[in-house]
Each structure stands twice: as structure tokens, then as C-alpha cells.
Antibody, heavy 125, light 110 residues
Framework: QLHLLESGPGLVKPSETLSLTCTVSGDSINSNFYYWGWIRQPPGKGLEWIGSVFYNGNTYNNPSLKSRVVMSVDTSTNRFFLTLSSVTAADTAMYYC?????????????????WGQGAQVTVSS | QSALTQPASVSGSPGQSVTISCTGNNNYVGSYNLVSWYQQHPGKAPKLIISEVTKRPSGVSNRFSGSKSGNTASLTISGLQAEDEAHYYCCSYAGTSTVVFGGGTKLTVL
């Protein structure tokens, strides 16, 4: 069974870059059936889609974060990555990685059918 | 402000049915049959309970059902149980391979 696990530093200083890793186990990240997403949740608030990445490196980002977000995939280690630059306290959140089925009813899917447990990131000096 | 509007809270007694609405202000919901719903218990990751407006993943109780009318999607939970108390989030495709979430609804089982 596929499993996702986020990892990264729990504390990042303001203006620095946040880097997170999602390790996929139980199946290959290099799949024609899935792609991968990042979602975050500030304390006590709702969910915010950050972006999605395909195994070939194609990415789609939330326009509100676009210029600060970089996502990538390493098929050799079955991991995908998120970096968020110039962080502020507003970027403090639980960060989740998730799996997205590629095809639904003749078109692409845009729902997250499996989630990691989340990684808490706090931005503070 | 979320692009999808949900009520902040709803409540119901055990055995009753409740419906949570999700309205899109940019016609995202109305334009695509790509609305999903997630259940989140405190301290846990969200869990997919409905995809593509009405589809229930394997293992999800048939007490959960989804629908859509115009630019509003709805999640109905029938036969409320104590374990249904959680936050619920809708999510919709928003064009150009992007998605948006609703602000979330807290369900209280009285």
C-alpha cells in the first residue's frame, strides 16, 4: 500500500527558504497513474493548495504563491520536494503531501486520495 | 477569503441528516464536475470522502453523499454518528490545472 511521509526542519527563520521532502513508499513515484501535490494548513485555519508536480517535473502552482514556490521530483529516490522562499510568519503551517490520481472519467483528476501525516513548519527568529 | 464558501459550522443530533454547502464565486463548481470533499478530525490529516461531486472512495461509509446544483456543491451526511464530528472541506478544480479549497465547516454532533 502506498504511503507518503513528509520531512523537513520544523523551524525556519524569516526571509529564509523552507525545504520539505515527501518520501513515497509502496509504489513508484514514476507512475503514469498518479501525480503529486502539496497542501498546507495554518494553525486553526483551513486548507490551502500549494501546487502539484508530475513525475516528469511539470508543475502547477497556486498563483498566490507562484513566485516563491519550486517543486521537483527525484525518481531515483522516490521522493518529491517543495521549497518556499522568503518565508514569513504567515507561512507557519502544517504542510501535507498527497497523491492525486491522474485520470478520472476521461479527463484529469484534481482530488487528493492519499495524504501524508503532515510536517509542522514554524517560521520564527 | 476562500474562492469556495462554506458555512463555518453546522450541527445535528445522532441519527439525523445534515447538509454542508460549498458555493463557488467564480463558477468553478458550476463549470466542472471536479468537486471533492475531505473529512479532518483534530490532529489528523484530511481524508477524501467524495470525489468528482458524487463518487465515494472504497471504504467510505454510504452515509456520505455528494451532489451539485448550479454553482453549489453539497455534502450530505445521513444517520449522524458521534464519529462524524470533524471539519469538512470542499475542493474544486479552478481551471489551468489549479484547485481551490473552501474555508471548511465544523460539524458538531449534539
Amino acid at each position: 500500500q502506498l504511503h507518503l511521509l513528509e520531512s523537513g526542519p520544523g523551524l525556519v527563520k524569516p526571509s529564509e527558504t523552507l525545504s520539505l521532502t515527501c518520501t513515497v513508499s509502496g509504489d513508484s513515484i514514476n507512475s503514469n497513474f498518479y501525480y503529486w501535490g502539496w497542501i498546507r494548513q495554518p494553525p486553526g485555519k483551513g486548507l490551502e493548495w500549494i501546487g502539484s508536480v508530475f513525475y516528469n517535473g511539470n508543475t502547477y502552482n497556486n498563483p498566490s504563491l507562484k513566485s516563491r514556490v519550486v517543486m521537483s521530483v527525484d525518481t531515483s529516490t522516490n521522493r518529491f520536494f517543495l521549497t518556499l522562499s522568503s518565508v514569513t510568519a504567515a507561512d507557519t503551517a502544517m504542510y501535507y503531501c498527497a497523491k492525486i490520481p491522474l485520470y478520472c472519467g476521461g479527463g484529469n483528476c484534481y482530488h487528493f486520495d492519499q495524504w501524508g501525516q503532515g510536517a509542522q513548519v514554524t517560521v520564527s527568529s | 477569503q476562500s474562492a469556495l464558501t462554506q458555512p463555518a459550522s453546522v450541527s445535528g443530533s445522532p441519527g439525523q441528516s445534515v447538509t454542508i454547502s460549498c458555493t463557488g464565486n467564480n463558477n468553478y463548481v458550476g463549470s466542472y464536475n471536479l468537486v471533492s470533499w475531505y473529512q479532518q478530525h483534530p490532529g489528523k490529516a484530511p481524508k477524501l470522502i467524495i470525489s468528482e461531486v458524487t463518487k465515494r472512495p472504497s471504504g467510505v461509509s454510504n452515509r456520505f453523499s455528494g451532489s451539485k446544483s448550479g454553482n453549489t456543491a453539497s455534502l450530505t451526511i445521513s444517520g449522524l454518528q458521534a464519529e462524524d464530528e470533524a471539519h469538512y472541506y470542499c475542493c474544486s478544480y479552478a481551471g489551468t490545472s489549479t484547485v481551490v479549497f473552501g474555508g471548511g465547516t465544523k460539524l458538531t454532533v449534539l
